[in-house]
């Protein structure tokens, strides 16, 4: 397995969405997933830049049966991400929010997600943010306890999350 | 009381960060507060700007016996503000989240965070966000009843958030 972890570029975007789709149909909400391949690219390499992302890249893509619309025009393949955003908190200052942490089914359990995660650590040391942020659901005990092996790690159960949808 | 709701300009992040300070010492974690004034303005107003608000101006302080620190050059005084930032969720685009909304004590009640919270609606819908999301402690009543009188609100306690300070 030849893995490389490197920043987004735009020509990423593609095999990123479909990682997204993947995603939200094995979580049986396919029809969830709203955002446009236009917008996703805007938002990430437009005029206006509000998210930034790290790829997880692999060089050997055809040895492990991968879905063809992880496949880059290079012939390597995407096969997880680490997406954020830059949060203001007003009184701490700037921190990393990691949205989304996700690894394609077939190449779980390798340590890819640990990778992306140790790179999100450098990047917030090297750009100087206060701390990093993100959420986990409840119920997810693996990804709970991958997290709770970071040390200075604090989890609250004290907030609630609300939304409107417009 | 002749209260004017309009978008922050630097000038204001004086009386901000006092507002900031007051209700984190009413927190009783004043020593919390690790934002410098420099920070704090070029995050707002610098080349990369993270955050955006809305501050309500009283052009009366006098006759509400507001701190000193309250007060702008221009004798007016700002006694609240709602300051978000754009979260991006890889399912639905991008969203205003809404990091602060915060009123002076003495100018509570009055119904003044209701008018913040109005106009970030309208800025979600001109800025053609999908969303508007937020947080709130979960023992606290009075702000739940508050946002529960809005339509659509979804409310999720089913997430823990996790954070790593640097």
Redesign the interface.
């Known amino acids: 397995m030849n893995i490389n972890i490197r920043k987004a570029v735009q020509s990423d975007c593609p095999a990123m969405l479909e990682l997204?789709k993947e995603l939200?149909i094995y979580e049986k909400e396919p029809e969830?997933?709203?955002?446009t391949l236009d917008?996703?690219e805007e938002?990430g390499f437009g005029e206006q830049q509000?998210?930034w992302a790290y790829v997880a890249e692999i060089s050997n893509p055809n040895e492990f049966d991968l879905p063809e619309a992880l496949y880059l025009p290079t012939g390597k393949a995407i096969i997880g991400f680490a997406?954020y955003?830059?949060?203001?908190?007003?009184?701490?200052?700037?921190r990393l929010?990691l949205?989304?942490l996700l690894i394609t089914e077939k190449m779980r359990g390798k340590g890819l997600g640990k990778l992306l995660f140790d790179q999100l650590?450098v990047e917030?040391?090297e750009k100087k943010?206060?701390?990093?942020?993100?959420?986990?659901?409840?119920?997810n005990e693996p990804a709970?306890n991958f997290?709770k092996k970071?040390?200075?790690?604090?989890?609250?159960?004290?907030?609630?999350?609300?939304?409107?949808?417009?």
Chains 1, 2 share one sequence.
Do not use: P
């Not at 955003?85 to 700037?94: A, D, L, P, V």
């Not at 943010?129 to 119920?139: C, I, K, P, R, T």
């Open positions: 997204i939200a969830a997933v709203t955002v917008h996703f938002s509000v998210w997406l955003y830059i949060r203001y908190s007003t009184w701490k200052g700037q929010y949205e989304d650590i917030c040391k943010y206060s701390g990093m942020a993100w959420q986990v659901l409840d119920w709970i997290y970071y040390e200075g790690l604090n989890m609250s159960d004290e907030w609630l999350n609300c939304m409107i949808n417009f």
